[in-house]
């Protein structure tokens, strides 16, 4: 199906440990987009990629690695998990700049 | 990095109301985006609205970005209007800074 596809939606891992959220998307978009919405901070930005093997660091970067060596594919990463990083992570695609995002449904991270 | 207020941050309706979510934004912009999260935690986009004015359906936003700030009108509104409406202008590197939000409860 065409689209925007994160996974997994809910997942739980313990601290220290290393876990990476999928996003995949169908359309070619160049411009990908890794988001962490929490309550009383809304959404905000950790990684974006404005194609293959380009990335650059959003305001909340620390503690992610992303990559992207295909277009349609943009895993962000965590690489030692930490309860401040417990929160919904969203994926969102965009064919420029200009034109609308458009969202995946979410990955659930719950750090314990 | 740009600033992003929207007002109210909650508002409660009877259905067939209208109402108006406003988003002030403290530096020039060439992109402004309105979303719709929906009770599921489904994002989706309403209007990309760097200025001007675009309706669709009961919906209509507009942007008056000499002035910073931008407009979201909800019409007759529905309950499957409720859920958390964003408003997301561009933050000067080709990123989106997202509002806090406005809750909108839309009451039977």
Redesign the interface.
Known sequence: DAGITQSPRYKITETGRQVTLMCHQTWSHSYMFWYRQDLGHGLRLIYYSAAADITDKGEVPDGYVVSRSKTENFPLTLESATRSQTSVYFCASSLEQDLGYTFGSGTRLTVV | ?IQVEQSPPDLILQEGANSTLRCNFSDSV??L?W?HQNPW?????L??I?SGTKQNGRLSATTVATERYSLLYISSSQTTDSGVY?C?P?GGS????????TKLTVNP
């Open positions: 990095g060439n992109n985006q979303f935690g489904q994002l989706i986009n209007f990309y760097p964003f997301a561009e080709e990123k989106l800074v997202f509002g806090k939000g």
